[in-house]
């Protein structure tokens, strides 16, 4: 297949190293320059005057980005709240729907495992119980659908937590027709859409999610520590911040965003995440990132000797990253996973994502618009020797 076109310019937005491939954008991001400098000019302010950036006006304007952040999502502004990233608005969630002993959180075997890890310790503190469905990566969506389905438990399923677009395996989850079996059986459904922003479509509202969570700090070039809790207006009284502020008595979204001396920069500079990306064109950048993520896959799959055949593709075309399967026994726990990937990292100069998922290692490869096709071709001419060399 071809690669992407590049987008003239792009890459110069970007302070990356240049002797490092970075193919793992989903992990962290990157800040575009005017972004950063967006964010410096309010760090400049806020250290020019500490008293009066932080009691005259600002939160007024945490709520003026909390409205621009809401449309660029499709999202009620009121029922919106900035969070510093998308496992703290799943916190947030969990602490405030009153688990009791004998109810469960169910989720899937796709989920983010720092959201998996709050889950189980929120069970732990209320004595309720967890329960794991297993999705295969070739399911489509109507199995999906099934699958959730027959394992929704109402009266006892207290919360489904679904990822929009999973973390693990790439995965493009049909949330909005989950969401509706859900509710038909009186379940309420937390979507993870922490991939979501920026790099697919997002209307917030046509999802009909009770509470739905997505980071801005990935594909939506904010400032790290940018993210969203959406919820739905039954549940925005009995919402609990984690930490009791000033505005605890305003309430939901207030006294979840209010976090006293935060450094709140990265959420004011949100919006010039969101101008850059329209600025380069939201269409052709999501199509440009996808399309080359797809080239890298093809590239280092062929690199690897796997057919194209059984190259995953379960996100479907508008995913931006995308996954190949590593030999058989190669990275297949948690911890060998972290070792080859630092491996890849010091010796071939490039960043990726590697997991284990259902004993299988998985390399995980984005595309992003300071991305070019010769950084995968290098990958996939270096990256079967070192693999050989254990």
Same mark, same amino acid.
């Not at 709240?81 to 703290?88: C, E, F, Q």
């Given at each position: ?172 989850? &049909?949330?909005? +027709?989950?969401?509706? *079996?859900?509710?038909?059986? @009186? /379940?309420?459904?937390?979507? !993870?859409? $922490?991939? %979501? ?119 479907? &075309?508008?995913? +931006?990253?995308?996954? *190949?399967?590593?030999?058989? @026994? /190669?990275?297949?726990?948690? !911890?060998? $996973?972290? %070792? ?51």
């Amino acid at each position: 297949m071809r690669p992407a076109e590049p987008i003239p310019g792009a890459r110069l937005l970007f302070a990356l190293d240049p002797a490092v491939s970075h193919l793992n954008h989903g992990a962290f991001g990157a800040v575009p320059l005017t972004v950063q400098r967006a964010q410096q000019r309010l760090r400049d302010e806020m250290e020019a005057n500490p008293p009066r950036f932080f009691t005259q006006g600002l939160v007024d304007r945490i709520t003026h980005t909390r409205r621009h952040v809401a449309a660029f999502l499709g999202a009620d502004p009121d029922g919106t709240a900035l969070v510093g990233n998308a496992t703290t608005g799943a916190a947030v969630v969990l602490q405030s729907i009153g688990l009791h002993p004998g109810d469960e959180v169910l989720t899937t075997d796709h989920g983010y495992g720092a959201v998996d890890l709050s889950i189980a310790r929120e069970c732990r503190r209320t004595g309720a119980g967890t329960r794991v469905l297993r999705v295969p990566l070739s399911a489509t969506d109507e199995e999906i659908v099934e699958i959730v389905r027959d394992g929704l438990r109402p009266g006892r399923t207290r919360l489904f937590v679904i990822d929009q677009i999973t973390s693990p395996t790439a995965r493009l989850f &049909p949330v909005a +027709a989950v969401v509706g *079996v859900a509710r038909e059986r @009186g /379940v309420p459904v937390l979507v !993870d859409g $922490a991939h %979501a922003p920026g790099m697919v479509p997002v209307d917030v509202a046509a999802v009909g999610a009770d509470f739905w969570v997505g980071n801005l700090h990935k594909w939506g070039y904010a400032p790290r520590g940018t993210a969203v809790l959406v919820v739905a207006p039954p549940w925005r009284e009995r919402i609990e911040p984690l930490v009791v502020s000033w505005e605890q008595d305003a309430g939901f979204p207030h006294n979840v965003e209010w976090q006293a001396t935060l450094d709140y920069t990265s959420w004011l500079s949100a919006p010039a995440g969101l101008f850059t990306l329209r600025s380069l064109g939201l269409d052709r950048v999501r199509a440009h990132n996808a399309a080359l993520a797809a080239y890298g896959q093809q590239v280092v799959g062929a690199a690897l000797g796997v057919a194209p055949a059984d190259l995953p593709d379960p996100g479907g &075309p508008a995913v +931006a990253m995308r996954l *190949v399967p590593l030999p058989p @026994g /190669v990275a297949t726990t948690t !911890d060998a $996973a972290r %070792a080859l990937q630092a491996r890849i990292a010091e010796r071939l100069a490039t960043e990726v994502s590697v997991a284990g998922w259902r004993g299988q290692g998985w390399l995980r490869l984005c595309g992003q618009v300071y991305n070019s096709p010769d950084e995968y071709e290098r990958l996939a001419t270096r990256l079967p020797a070192l693999l050989a060399r254990g």
